[in-house]
Structures are given as C-alpha cells and as structure tokens.
C-alpha cells in the first residue's frame, strides 16, 4: 500500500466516493488505502455529509505547518516509553481517535480518551490531559464529566491528593452494560406507547417490534459482556507463550 499522507487528487476521489453513497472501505480499497486512513481522513475534516477536497487538503496543510513550528524533531521532542516511535505514536492516536468519534463519541471526549487509553498508567491528571491535547481545562472538564456519563472514566485521588482520570480494566464492561441498560430504557417506553396507541393499530405494532428487537440485542449485549469480562483481566499470550 502506498505511503505518506494523501494528495489532493485522492481526496478529491474520497468525496466522489462519498458522493456516491460509498463505504469507507470501498473507498479505501479503490485508492489503495488503509480503511483507518480513509475514515481518520473524512471525520477530522467535517464529517461524511461536509467533506470538500479542498478544504481538507488546506486544513491538512496548516495542521503539518502548526506542527513543525510547536513540535520540531530533535532534542526537543518528548522522549517515549519503551523505544516507541513517536511519530507513529502520535498517528495511531489520531487513528483511534478517529474511530472512536465514527462510532458516534463527541471529538473532545474522543480525544481525552484516546489520550488515557494510550498511556501505560491508563490515567492522566486533568492538567496532562490539557497539556498533552493542548485544549482549555473547560474542554477537558466537558469531555471528563460526559465521558464519565458513560461509564467510560472513572476518578481517584493519588498519593499527592491531586484527581486523576482513569480508564481501567472494566471500563469497556462498564460501558457496555450501561448501553445495555439505556437499550432497556427504549424498550420499556416502547411499550408504554403500545397501550397509549392501542395494540391493534400499526403505530402500535411497530413500537411492538421495536420493543421485542431492543429487548434481545439488551439482553444478549448483557450476558455477552458478563461472560466475557474475565478476557479484560487476563494477560494477553505472547508468541512465547503460545509456542510453549
């Protein structure tokens, strides 16, 4: 696949494709692309309904400009952990990022976490966090307490009584059964609207079905994360381990 960022000519085949009702991966595929490329590349620039090549090639231009005046490589780039790349750090970020906003996340609490979930402490103070997204405190204080909304985040005091922001083990478990229980809160309107349409009416019948579909995916999405919760506290296998 190719490298390097896209050229305006293969943005410009992005929003042809969009127009034409195509999907991120087909889109992907036609240019060559990874589909994480494609998605990273319309959601950063106004989303599925307001992508123009143009303007995303300007902004994409402006936003490398910024970052080689804040962020010049040498001595004065943020060492990383472990040897990583922190280039490649950094994209991988904007990839998950990306995603997480696909998935209908607002951008700022996308962002923050991202940021927590790609630490290895899995925890930031409220001022890392705007150091590091380089936002306001009130942005990161909005994303937390939505975040957290959620169940995605949770907060503790560390031994120098400063608040910290952590994504834990049982944070996607967390979440998960609170999507669940909010598909359950659908499901019990639903059928308070059956008995105000009156149950042989097509209103009503609708409502019914919506009801009974809700109820199954509530339930299986429950006992899916019941079952699996034990996989977020197990320690993956290395290749060792699985030639052993």
Same mark, same amino acid.
């Given at each position: ?20 009702? &195509?999907? @991120?991966?087909?889109?992907?595929? /036609? ?12 959601? %950063?620039? =106004? ?6 090549? +143009? ?6 231009? /402006? ?10 490589? =040498?001595?004065?780039?943020? $060492? ?15 990839? !998950?990022?990306?995603? &997480? ?8 609490? #996308? ?15 409220? #001022? $890392? ?11 990161? #204080?909005?994303?937390?307490? !939505? ?14 009584? /400063?608040? %910290?922001?952590?994504?834990? +083990? +049982?944070?996607? @478990? ?6 669940? %229980? #909010? ?28 009801? /009974? !579909? ?31």
């Amino acid at each position: 696949m190719p490298g390097g960022r896209l050229t305006q000519p293969e943005r410009q085949q992005i929003a042809l494709g969009l127009a034409d009702g &195509l999907a @991120y991966a087909e889109i992907a595929r /036609r240019l060559d692309r990874p589909t994480s490329t494609v998605t990273r590349e319309v959601m %950063r620039n =106004g989303g599925p309904t307001a992508y123009r090549a +143009d303007l995303a090639h300007r902004a994409t231009e /402006r936003r490398a400009h910024r970052r080689r005046q804040a962020a010049p490589r =040498g001595a004065d780039a943020p $060492e990383q952990a472990h040897g990583r790349d922190a280039e490649a750090v950094r994209e991988y970020e904007e990839t !998950f990022t990306t995603v &997480l906003m696909a998935s209908g996340a607002p951008k700022m609490m #996308s962002r923050v976490m991202a940021c927590l979930t790609l630490t290895d402490t899995g925890s930031l103070t409220a #001022s $890392e966090l705007v150091q590091r997204l380089k936002v306001s405190p009130a942005s990161v #204080s909005k994303a937390i307490a !939505f975040a957290e909304s959620q169940g995605f985040v949770r907060r503790e005091r560390d031994e120098r009584r /400063r608040e %910290r922001y952590v994504v834990d +083990d +049982d944070v996607w @478990y967390e979440s998960t059964m609170a999507s669940a %229980r #909010s598909l359950a809160q659908i499901v019990e309107t639903a059928r308070q609207g059956v008995g105000v349409l009156g149950p042989d009416t097509p209103a009503a019948a609708r409502l019914e079905n919506i009801a /009974r !579909f809700l109820d199954f995916v509530s339930e299986s999405t429950a006992r899916a994360a019941e079952q699996a919760r034990e996989i977020l506290h197990t320690k993956p296998e290395t290749p060792s381990d699985s030639t052993t």
